[in-house]
């Protein structure tokens, strides 16, 4: 995806919205009232300061959405969210170690 492909406020707002988090609770994160919230996101210029605070109460690196990879790099980046109850997390990882997935994703 080209940098000027990338539509910061919206990919902000799905993010947020997948992590659960509220922009009201962004906004206030940020000090600032949703409605300023919502007319950053809207904006075609975003404050970097204001993104690395996004991306840091969130968990999520929006400025990693800009850089671009070197030509020798060929990586993807995939993430694999679930949700485990505590007594069976141990369990799933072992699966997970005696499996090829974990040697192709551990392999140096």
Same mark, same amino acid.
């Given at each position: 995806m080209k940098t000027e492909d990338i539509n910061i #406020?919206?990919?902000?707002?799905t993010v947020?919205?997948?992590? #659960?988090?509220?922009?009201v609770s962004v906004a206030?994160?940020?000090?600032?009232?949703?409605?300023?919230?919502d007319y950053l996101l809207?904006?075609?210029d975003f404050p970097v300061?204001?993104?690395f605070t996004i991306?840091?109460?969130?968990?999520?690196?929006?400025?990693d959405l800009f850089t671009q990879p070197k030509e020798d790099e060929q990586t993807t980046e995939v993430t694999l969210q679930i949700k485990i109850a505590k007594d069976k997390s141990d369990e799933v990882l072992r699966y997970i170690k005696?499996?090829?997935?974990y040697e192709i994703l551990t392999k140096k």
């Open positions: #406020g919206k990919t902000i707002r947020c919205k997948q992590r #659960g988090f509220t922009l206030k994160e940020l000090g600032m009232a949703k409605q300023n919230l809207n904006k075609e300061k204001t993104l991306s840091k109460f969130v968990g999520y690196d929006f400025v005696d499996k090829e997935l």
